[in-house]
């Protein structure tokens, strides 16, 4: 406890010139947000955006993407396979994944696959850390990943084309236009990866065998004023994925894996005066097809379709007071092998308020009450608030309840599927300090999370696995974030990093959970003169325990690594038009033998070329 | 390291004994594992212990303290044939043979098994189960290995889920537990025209023993899968097989409810776990034992071995070290507890 209190005020005695912050009225730009929460009702809260630039500009998987950008930790199945967060030390699928303010993560596993992201398709990619299961429903404990496709209503006309070639035959070819006016816009992408993944397992003979992958990506996103008062809005998402699963050290495979993910979403925002009303209609559709041997027809298959509407309705009293309130209804049909046909309904209230009585003070009071078919009523609520105390000193903190509700694997899976499941609840609270530069960006966090009621899957009394309702955990830890940029003439330099410590244990055995790191960092840096580039990235992960009992050793434990990108890239040429501009990439480029799922080798020394062209 | 260079040395300490052994006395040990029980723990990852017959020297993960490199998963069972041990992951599709003494790896197996998992011995050859493909019900066989060239030189189609592999004679007894799904048949190859009969038991055929009057004994467990939806439990039951005449003797039905999970047999009994209770049944007797013998603590047995009045179980987990619990059956008391691999499933005596 005494370590959680330190963490919670470390640093909070430093002192800046006493000078209000002047009150930033932000200059609307022609870009309306997909979801407007996360700026208008989120003062306590940390949110880091990643940029359209640093979008294109990093490697098109969301897992390393974020791995290298952000403090969350990864684990993947090896490269390009299944890949899973921990965010702030909580599990797979206590992370919510927010496509457009929707949240998707699977209902049969309760995660993402951060491998089936293409970062290509955004516009912007959210960070938001800590507990939001009152703005975003259930998964929402460690933190949220928003991916955002916001729409540009001025006269514009750009396409980008996108090309690359890698090692182990990595190709990408994608492309991405963008056409609007003041009253309507489209957004049209494409993107296709295909890579053979063979890589070598440095320190062996052997390769990555049966890695091989291949994906497609689509977006339509578009909007039009119906009249002044009235914008129609329509999105949609596809994906489209075959993996072989690939092998680990100790076995081989001959397992495929197909899976599709559509995304739909039309809404409506009517804005008048001080009110504005949206009405979105949602369909989500996740399927996956698994072959234990992907040379036989014979296959395992699971799939949900998602109906869901969403009224919210919103307030502007003034610049310093608004509040909304959300319906939503969802309706998930499964399908599957595994399971009969399982429906959960879910309908739930949620109340947001916002209000700045003051240039020193901001807050928000959150409350969401929950409905489902299998009688579980989870009642979360959330307050956060921000002090800009300083001119360039501001203090976030947020406290919130929330929850994940059973999967349908939890729930039906046969067999072993338990319907007398609870949701897992979470109490916790964070609290951030900001210093601002006009140069130099600093975030340092500390944050205590409570879970109880976490969903295990264990062999029962007869030998069958089965999930219950067990554990408690405590997560805290500190954070700290760097964003610092210089020019200098022509020269400029961008350093950005991260660290985290944390610590996440069972508060049963006082142990660390399996695959937490209690140490992670990156570093990335770039710097750009005239048509040249010159960028690294350095990543950073302590050990981890792969078995319950924290034992050290190859049987118990996964050493610490560091892997190190280092790129250029230099522009052609650049006019108002057109645009060229090429990329190479060197990855791991201290040959680093390192795995951060146990005995499933990552890749080794491996180049990268894109080609970028914009018309 | 110095583990590693300790068994090395212990391995040519024992070579040099070797050619001297015969000035009578106290026989050496044939290697650092020998006098010992070995625990097989599924893993992932798979490993070995092995825990000296005086509790004295216990070691965990044998394999990769000898050869520096990890077994594949899962680590299903054990054969031994003379000096060897036959070391059988089943999702590697993997049978390494090591000296059984030293654990020191003397060949691998990788062609022409899939989803193999118990192995038997007979004429030289080595018989294994193999599942194919778990989702696939029509791809099941028993290979068969020259035992001198350590490859699959034939393959013998048979239905699924085979499980446990016995020989008596020239006939190989095979238990088809099922696999992914449940089966209830005994299939008997004869091995000189490679023929297959079956025997109908009841469901879930697994653990098999020859007991004390040539029969062989089968544990079925019954249809136990109480979180299906659609499920209909079927009655366990030992049975006992004339050996001679391949037909069922008798059957020893559990009431309902009641689903034996592991079997043993030493000397003139059979020894069952139900419930994290070990029951004693003697092979003349033609009634089920009313009471048991041994209350085990509450843990997840999955792994029974029996020896001079002592009982092995190990108490299973697959998040964490398992452990390997000893009781002495002469006053039903717990003797020692050692940890052992992660998933421990097999008892072995070395």
């Known amino acids: 406890m005494k370590q959680i209190i330190t963490f919670l005020i470390l640093g909070l005695s430093v002192c800046n010139d006493l000078q209000a912050q002047v009150d930033g009225v932000q200059k609307l730009e022609a870009v309306i947000l997909s979801d407007s929460k996360l700026k208008n009702y989120a003062s306590g809260v940390k949110i880091e955006k990643l940029t359209d630039s640093i979008l294109r500009n990093n490697a098109i998987s969301l897992t390393n993407l974020l791995a290298f950008n952000s403090n969350i930790y990864f684990k993947e199945n090896g490269a390009g396979m299944v890949s899973s967060p921990s965010f702030r030390g909580t599990t797979a699928s206590q992370t919510a994944v927010v496509w457009n303010g929707i949240n998707i993560n699977s209902q049969l596993n309760g995660q993402t696959d951060f491998n089936t992201i293409n970062t290509s398709n955004y516009s912007s990619i959210d960070i938001r850390s800590g507990g939001g299961s009152v703005q975003y429903g259930s998964g ?91 914008i129609l809005k329509l999105y949609h998402q596809s994906y489209m994925g075959e993996r072989h699963f690939s092998g680990t050290l100790v076995g081989p495979s001959r397992a495929k894996y197909e899976d599709e993910n559509f995304k739909s979403m039309i809404e409506w925002a009517r804005t008048t005066g001080k009110f504005r009303s949206q009405l979105k209609v949602v369909h989500l559709h996740e399927m996956f097809k698994y072959f234990e041997n992907k040379d036989k027809e014979n296959y395992s298959l699971g799939k949900v379709n998602t109906i869901l509407v969403n009224h919210n309705f919103n307030v502007r009293f003034n610049e310093k007071l608004q509040f909304k309130t959300i319906l939503e209804y969802s309706n998930s049909k499964g399908n599957g092998d595994s399971f009969k046909e399982p429906v959960r309904n879910m309908f739930s209230t949620t109340v947001l308020l916002n209000h700045k009585p003051n240039n020193l003070l901001g807050y928000g009071v959150n409350l969401r009450q929950d409905f489902t078919t299998g009688g579980e009523r989870p009642f979360v609520f959330s307050v956060d608030a921000v002090f800009d105390l300083f001119e360039h000193y501001q203090i976030q903190i947020n406290g919130s309840k929330n929850y994940r509700i059973p999967t349908f694997n939890d729930l039906y899976w046969q067999p072993g599927g338990n319907l007398d499941l609870v949701p897992e609840s979470s109490y916790q609270i964070d609290l951030g300090q900001n210093f601002n530069y006009p140069n130099f960006n600093v975030k340092l966090n500390g944050y205590y999370i409570n879970t109880k009621d976490m969903i295990q899957w ?22 700290l974030e760097v964003k610092s940029h210089y020019t200098i003439n022509k020269h400029q330099f961008n350093i950005s990093g991260h660290y985290s410590y944390t610590v996440s244990e069972d508060l049963e055995t006082n142990k660390q959970l399996i695959y937490v790191p209690f140490h992670k960092g990156n570093l990335a840096m770039a710097y750009n003169y005239k048509a040249v580039t010159v960028f690294y990235q350095h990543m950073f992960n302590g050990d981890v325990f792969t078995t319950a009992d924290n034992l050290k050793g190859r049987f118990g434990s996964l050493k610490s690594y560091d892997v190190g990108n280092l790129g250029c890239r230099y522009t052609f040429f650049k006019n108002t038009k057109n645009e060229l501009e090429a990329e190479v990439v060197l990855k791991n480029i201290f040959n680093e033998i390192y795995e951060n799922v146990a005995f499933r080798p990552m890749p080794n020394r491996n180049f990268n070329i894109q080609i970028n062209y914009k018309l | 390291m110095k583990k590693i260079i300790l068994s090395l040395l212990s391995v040519s300490l024992f070579v040099f004994s070797c050619s001297n052994d015969d000035d009578g006395g106290e026989q050496l040990p044939l290697g650092d594992y020998d006098n010992g029980i070995l625990v097989s723990a599924e893993g992932g990852p798979a490993s070995v212990s092995y825990i000296s017959d005086d509790y004295k020297t216990v070691e965990n993960e044998i394999y990769y303290n000898v050869n520096t490199e990890n077994l594949g998963v899962y680590l299903q069972s054990v054969g031994f044939n003379g000096d060897l041990a036959y070391i059988i992951s089943d999702n590697a599709n993997t049978i390494t043979v090591v000296n059984r003494y030293t654990f020191v790896k003397q060949a691998e197996i990788k062609t022409g098994l899939i989803t193999p998992r118990y192995i038997t011995f007979l004429n030289g050859r080595g018989y294994v189960t193999n599942w194919g493909d778990g989702t696939d019900t029509t791809d ?47 299939s008997v190859i004869d ?139 002469t006053n039903a008391s717990l003797l020692e507890t050692f940890n052992v691999g992660l998933g421990a499933s097999k008892i072995y005596f070395n």
């Open chain 2, 140 to 186: 099941d066989f028993i290979a068969e290995i020259d035992l001198t060239t350590n490859t699959v030189t034939g393959t013998v189609d048979i239905a699924e889920g085979p499980e446990r592999i016995l020989a008596k004679d020239d006939r190989l007894y095979i238990s088809h537990k099922g696999g992914y799904n449940i089966n209830n048949i005994i």
């Open chain 1, 140 to 230: 929402s404990i460690g933190g949220s990943i928003h991916l955002n496709n916001d729409l540009k209503f001025n006269n514009h006309s750009e396409t980008r084309l996108k090309t690359g070639y890698g090692s182990y035959n990595l190709k990408n070819i994608g492309f991405n236009s963008s056409i609007g006016s003041k009253a309507w816009t489209v957004n049209l992408g494409v993107d296709y990866v295909d890579s053979d993944n063979d890589y070598k397992y440095l320190g062996t003979n052997k390769i990555n065998e049966n890695g091989e992958f291949h994906n497609l990506n689509m977006n339509v996103n578009l909007g039009v004023f119906i009249s002044n008062k009235d």
């Open chain 2, 191 to 329: 091995t000189s025209d490679n023929s297959v009969e079956t025997i109908t038991v009841n469901d879930a055929p697994d653990e098999m023993a020859l007991d004390s009057n040539g029969n062989l004994v089968v544990l079925c467990s019954g249809d136990n899968r109480t979180l299906k939806s659609d499920f209909v439990e079927t009655a366990a039951s030992i049975t006992r097989i004339n050996t001679a005449t391949d037909a069922v003797i008798e059957t020893l039905e559990f009431d309902a409810g009641m689903h034996p999970s592991q079997m043993a047999h030493d000397n003139n009994e059979v020894y069952y776990a139900m419930s994290n209770k070990i029951y004693e049944l003697n092979d003349d007797a033609s009634d089920l034992p009313i009471t048991s013998v041994l209350d085990v603590a509450d843990i997840n047995l999955y792994g029974l071995s029996v020896n001079n009045n002592k009982v092995y179980v190990t108490n299973a987990s697959f998040t964490e070290q398992s452990e390997l619990l000893i009781y002495d059956l």
């Open chain 1, 458 to 479: 264990q062999p029962n009394i007869t030998g069958l696995w089965s999930p219950i309702n067990i554990g408690e955990v405590a997560s805290y830890g500190a954070e």
